[in-house]
């Protein structure tokens, strides 16, 4: 603020021209919208219709071969014959695709992320994100259901735990009740992750979706550009691929483990300031270490660790399970 009270009407008004001449204002007929087909895809583009979008800008995205067939005689039986519907999936498109949308509407059946092997929602994000596939400015839509008890009890629980886990270290959540519209994080009021994990469980219908938001949130910032390092250049190898006996492999343990002797520990006392590091590390059986100050059901429930593993690796664009040490010294290195 300090340094923008110093700059000149000139000087303002030509960095607005300049930025206007990149963003430039569009009109909803310029713009460009991809969305989840489903058997009815004619209900949502009558929407985007309403909002004078045109039909020749939309594109219905439907992987689901009978789906697909029931999709296509639907819009042919409709007042839009020539919507254009794909028989794929959208984050399968756009990676041999340079389209680019506006506007992304993502109606997902499942929840994220989801157990189901069918139901790639996590991933499907991941790709759009990491192919550039939303212009900038642009739109992402998105709704994931949240199973209820009686519908998979064991889904509702692994959720819970991972919501806990990423929950957690945030130093500030959402909050339904205060005027602020936030309130400060489990840590400032002295939880440790197992009373949080009780306090998300009796509450997963409104944690759920804070999780929602944070991890999109964290992907487009954080991770998403994580994904897009050039990881095959030899200086990545040099940097992040460390033994146990060299700097790094050293820091790897001190970071997320307190050692009263030689310090550390970063990422437990300061877990507000690292929080995705903490998730990360709590999620990770083995950096976790049975360290009290980690959620300890992560090393005693088999089904979770397999969540967690599932979920560790869905956020990497390659699906690999190894990559958490590499986005640890990803995110270690400029505090060094």
């Known amino acids: 603020m300090l340094v923008a009270k110093k700059l ?20 909803p007929e310029n713009l460009k919208v991809a969305y989840l087909s489903g ?10 219709c309403q909002a004078c979008v045109l039909p020749e800008n939309i594109w219905a995205f439907e992987s689901e071969n009978s789906t697909y067939s029931d999709a296509v005689v639907s819009a042919l039986n409709s007042e839009f014959p020539f919507i254009k519907i794909i028989n794929g999936g ?17 109606d997902f059946c499942g929840p994220l992320p989801s157990r189901n092997k069918k139901q ?9 994100l990491a192919r550039h596939a939303l212009n900038s400015p642009g739109v992402l839509i998105t709704n994931f259901s949240l ?9 509702g629980s692994l959720l819970s735990k991972l919501v806990s886990c990423y929950l957690y270290p945030k130093e500030l959540l959402e909050d339904k009740d205060s005027q602020k519209g936030f309130f400060e994080g489990p840590v400032a009021h002295g939880l440790d992750p197992d009373e949080w994990f009780k306090e998300v469980s009796n509450d997963l219908n409104y944690y759920y979706g804070e999780f929602v938001t944070r991890l999109l949130i964290d992907h487009a910032s954080l991770i998403s550009t994580y994904n897009r390092f050039p990881k095959q250049h030899f200086l990545y190898k040099k940097f992040f691929n460390a033994d146990e006996n060299s700097l ?18 970063d990422v437990i006392v300061d877990s507000g300031q690292y929080p995705i590091l903490w998730t990360l590390a709590a999620l990770d059986k083995e950096l976790n270490g049975r360290d009290p100050n980690y959620p300890q059901f992560v090393n005693d429930d088999e089904e979770f660790t397999k969540f967690a593993e599932q979920f ?25």
């Open 120 to 128: 790639k929602t996590l991933t499907a994000l991941k790709r759009i």
């Open 8 to 27: 000149s009407d000139t000087t303002v008004e030509r960095w607005e021209s300049f930025y206007d001449s990149i963003v430039q204002s569009r009109s």
């Open 312 to 336: 560790l690796s869905q956020l990497d664009v390659n699906g690999s399970k190894k990559r958490t040490d590499q986005f640890f010294f990803d995110n270690l290195l400029p505090a060094l």
């Open 39 to 48: 058997p009815n895809p004619e209900n949502d583009l009558r929407v985007f």
């Open 90 to 106: 959208l984050d399968t498109f756009i990676e041999a695709s340079p389209q680019r949308f506006d506007v992304i509407y993502l």
């Open 248 to 265: 790094l492999g050293t820091l790897k343990k001190s970071y997320f483990h307190f050692d009263e002797e030689d310090g550390g520990g």
């Open 147 to 155: 199973p209820t008890i009686e519908q998979d009890e064991v889904g």
